[in-house]
């Protein structure tokens, strides 16, 4: 037996017709194709650290008067990092995410 594929023909098949389609209609298919709707009570709530996590990662998070009072620091000289209070940061940072501090 031999089989020939032609490209492009694709076979017909039936349609489909769901269980609910069929138990809504008596089991018989409706003319057109046009298929019921039944509505559901399906919902869906959104907690408040879910709310908050949507509006945090819709901000830039960049305090625009903070980054321009550390720029003019910079630019007249005067910006004097505090390096014992950004190890301290870190080492917090790290004991959040499971390392040792």
Known sequence: MTTTIKPGIQPQQPPVQLRSQSQA?????KAGGAAS???????????????ALDAA???????????????????????KPDAQAI???????????????
Do not use: H
């Open 37 to 51: 709707v039944r509505t559901t009570d399906d919902s869906v709530n959104i907690t408040d650290s879910a709310k």
């Open 25 to 29: 209609t008596g089991g018989s298919a």
């Open 87 to 101: 190890a301290s940061k870190f080492a917090a940072m790290e004991a959040q995410m499971g390392g040792k501090a």
């Open 57 to 79: 990662s819709r901000s830039d998070g960049i305090d625009s008067k903070r980054v321009d009072e550390i720029r003019a620091k910079l630019a007249d000289g005067t910006y």
